[in-house]
């Protein structure tokens, strides 16, 4: 069985039921002959996602985690239709296959082609070597491509159909604010002076553009000839249409740099390679994008302090299912310390 080092061998709880995936993949797909193989992706919070092989044959399968979810979260076939639609025009988004509603696993899946390449995580792919210089042109190369995906016009695709861009920021701000409070635990603090800025400074943008939302270093992949060139992004879970300002202000929220107070380093486990030498500042992360794009940013504190509030409800909402039983993860158990260390950095993100 080929064994590659981004995945590991499949979660306890967290098995598929192989033999039914087969059967309808090779119902479906024009699969080679060979007994199927599944192993697991194990970076991701949030949907689960596994590798499927069979001979030469690769492909990745998505599905949401196990137990109840929130409402309108973990949307499987949302995610397909927008692959669908964006992967002919954006081609960094992997080609998707087929989508299945629930009756093989009980759960919605779909799978998709799998990329080969590199991923920047917590330390530097082996064989790469780690220089400054290596760190700036990854740097920039995930500027220049957030904004080519925010130069993807959307009114020739078919998410035309799936969004409505008008009141973006107003939604986003008040729904975010709902699932906190909807997921809110006993240990967690409930953020009344945040909200309340937030609802105060909601900018009214005009721009709309097709929105990642969830644009990270780990969520891209980069190429083994030529490790600054990306050749995959991931995790279209989140991605829309609406203000390209509140994706930069997201990816911001990942993007951690050597002088960030350690519980931002740490929050989700270890430091990231961002940290290191040659790689952005956020500051010049943001100077890059608005050279680029030609937008203006001076509002940009607004959407950064947003983003800070938003990972905090995406963290809870993680939280709540570990804490109501529906998952027994042990890296979710300490996961309300970084909620609230995410909400006091956001208030101090917006001076209060």
Same mark, same amino acid.
């Given at each position: 069985?080929?064994?590659?080092?981004?995945?590991?061998?499949?979660?306890?709880?967290?098995?598929? &039921?192989? !033999?039914?995936?087969?059967?309808?993949?090779?119902?479906?797909?024009?699969?080679? #002959?060979?007994?199927?193989?599944?192993?697991?992706?194990?970076?991701?919070?949030?949907?689960?996602? =596994?590798?499927?092989?069979?001979? #030469?044959?690769?492909?990745?399968?998505?599905?949401? *985690?196990?137990?109840?979810?929130?409402?309108?979260?973990?949307?499987?076939?949302?995610?397909?239709?927008?692959?669908?639609?964006?992967?002919?025009?954006?081609?960094?988004? *992997? @080609?998707? =296959?087929? /989508?299945?509603?629930?009756?093989?696993?009980?759960?919605?899946?779909?799978?998709?082609?799998?990329?080969?390449?590199?991923?920047?995580?917590?330390?530097?792919?082996?064989?790469?070597?780690?220089?400054? !210089?290596?760190?700036?042109?990854?740097?920039?190369?995930?500027?220049?491509?957030?904004?080519?995906?925010?130069?993807?016009?959307?009114?020739?695709?078919?998410?035309?159909?799936?969004?409505?861009?008008?009141?973006?920021?107003?939604?986003?701000?008040?729904?975010?604010?709902?699932? /906190?409070?909807?997921?809110?635990?006993?240990?967690?603090?409930?953020?009344?002076?945040?909200?309340?800025?937030?609802?105060?400074?909601? *900018?009214?943008?005009?721009?709309?553009?097709?929105?990642?939302? &969830?644009? @990270?270093?780990?969520?891209?992949?980069?190429?083994?000839?030529?490790?600054?060139?990306?050749?995959?992004?991931?995790?279209?879970?989140?991605?829309?249409?609406?203000?390209?300002?509140?994706?930069?202000?997201?990816?911001?929220?990942?993007?951690?740099?050597?002088?960030? *107070?350690?519980?931002?380093?740490?929050?989700?486990?270890?430091?990231?390679?961002?940290?290191?030498?040659?790689?952005?500042?956020? &500051?010049?992360?943001?100077?890059?994008?608005? &050279?680029?794009?030609?937008?203006?940013?001076?509002?940009?504190?607004?959407?950064?302090? /947003?983003?800070?509030? @938003?990972?905090?409800?995406?963290?809870?909402?993680? =939280?709540?299912? =570990?804490?109501?039983?529906?998952?027994?993860?042990?890296?979710?158990?300490?996961?309300?310390?970084?909620?609230?260390?995410?909400?006091?950095?956001? !208030?101090?993100?917006?001076?209060?």
């Amino acid at each position: 069985m080929v064994q590659t080092k981004d995945t590991r061998p499949v979660r306890p709880g967290e098995e598929l &039921d192989t !033999e039914g995936v087969e059967k309808f993949l090779r119902h479906h797909l024009d699969l080679p #002959d060979g007994k199927m193989q599944v192993r697991q992706f194990g970076a991701g919070h949030s949907n689960l996602t =596994y590798e499927l092989l069979v001979g #030469d044959w690769k492909a990745v399968l998505r599905r949401p *985690p196990m137990g109840p979810v929130a409402a309108k979260a973990h949307d499987m076939e949302r995610e397909y239709k927008v692959l669908k639609a964006l992967h002919p025009v954006f081609p960094l988004a *992997p @080609k998707p =296959y087929i /989508f299945e509603s629930g009756e093989v696993l009980g759960s919605p899946f779909f799978v998709m082609e799998r990329r080969e390449g590199l991923v920047y995580d917590t330390s530097f792919p082996e064989g790469i070597e780690e220089t400054g !210089e290596l760190g700036r042109k990854i740097s920039e190369t995930m500027v220049d491509r957030l904004v080519e995906l925010h130069d993807v016009d959307y009114t020739e695709t078919s998410l035309i159909d799936m969004v409505k861009p008008e009141g973006f920021m107003e939604r986003q701000i008040h729904g975010w604010i709902k699932r /906190f409070e909807k997921a809110r635990t006993d240990d967690v603090v409930s953020g009344e002076r945040l909200k309340r800025w937030l609802v105060d400074h909601i *900018p009214s943008s005009s721009a709309h553009a097709v929105i990642h939302y &969830d644009y @990270k270093l780990n969520n891209s992949m980069f190429s083994k000839d030529n490790p600054s060139k990306m050749v995959g992004l991931f995790d279209w879970e989140m991605t829309t249409v609406g203000d390209p300002l509140a994706d930069l202000g997201a990816a911001l929220s990942y993007w951690i740099e050597k002088d960030d *107070p350690e519980m931002l380093k740490t929050g989700l486990g270890k430091v990231p390679v961002t940290v290191k030498e040659g790689f952005y500042t956020r &500051d010049e992360f943001i100077q890059r994008y608005a &050279d680029k794009s030609g937008l203006d940013l001076s509002q940009i504190h607004v959407y950064q302090t /947003f983003a800070y509030f @938003k990972l905090a409800g995406i963290i809870q909402q993680i =939280y709540f299912r =570990y804490k109501k039983g529906q998952t027994n993860d042990p890296r979710f158990a300490r996961m309300n310390v970084f909620v609230n260390n995410l909400i006091r950095h956001a !208030e101090e993100t917006a001076g209060l």
